[in-house]
T-cell receptor
């Protein structure tokens, strides 16, 4: 559970376009995969999560997909808005511990 | 509910000083966590606790200590502050469904 790779590190999109952020993990025992949004100077906040027995989950403009075979999961944001600009972190949970990616700084250009 | 609270919000320490970062939650969560976040990086787990009286090391425990005498409180102790401990520290607690609730953070500078 120690290695979570997150790409890209920065992402700029035009307002209304989609944004996709990808994470890969190494521990096949990982069973819970949350995504957090962190605005400058604020605490991380959970925006969506997925468990290992589910392949896809959607909540309005946000969706997460999980491919357990390939050990990767992705965050999809559609119809992006300026208020979506923030840093997004993926994480994975193995046992009692959480391991975080290094973050993606998303900028939505009006 | 106040959720997860942390004190202080900011602190400047001199090298070699010690301090305790306080964390309290009022949601009756058993699981509590301490993370540090260095600039431009993700969160690294320092210590965690699965219930009162039980603590365990995370990825980066060196230089820190914790205790968990009650369900509500999970203080983090720095004994001999070093510049490498300059960071933002977040405390979190977890509901039964894995959702982490983070405190507002403590910004610590060691000079």
């Amino acid at each position: 559970g120690e290695n979570v790779e997150q790409h890209p590190s920065t992402l700029s999109v035009q307002e209304g376009d989609s944004a996709v952020i990808k994470c890969t993990y190494s521990d096949s025992a990982s069973n819970y995969f949350p995504w957090y949004k962190q605005e400058l100077g604020k605490r991380p906040q959970l925006i969506i999560d997925i468990r290992s027995n589910v392949g896809e989950k959607k909540d309005q403009r946000i969706a997460v997909t999980l491919n357990k075979t390939a050990k990767h999961f992705s965050l999809h944001i559609t119809e992006t808005q300026p208020e979506d600009s923030a840093v997004y972190f993926c994480a994975e949970n193995t046992g009692n511990q959480f391991y975080f990616g290094t973050g993606t700084s998303l900028t939505v250009i009006p | 509910n106040a959720g997860v609270t942390q004190t202080p919000k900011f602190r400047i320490l001199k090298i070699g000083q010690s301090m305790t970062l306080q964390c309290t939650q009022d949601m009756n969560h058993n699981y509590m966590y301490w993370y540090r976040q260095d600039p431009g990086m993700g969160l690294k787990l320092i210590y965690y606790s699965v219930g009162a009286g039980i603590t365990d090391k995370g990825e980066v425990p060196n230089g820190y200590n914790v205790s968990r005498s009650t369900t509500e409180d999970f203080p983090l102790r720095l004994e001999l502050a070093a510049p490498s401990q300059t960071s933002v520290y977040f405390c979190a607690s977890i509901s039964g469904f894995h959702e982490q609730y983070f405190g507002p953070g403590t910004r610590l500078t060691v000079t």
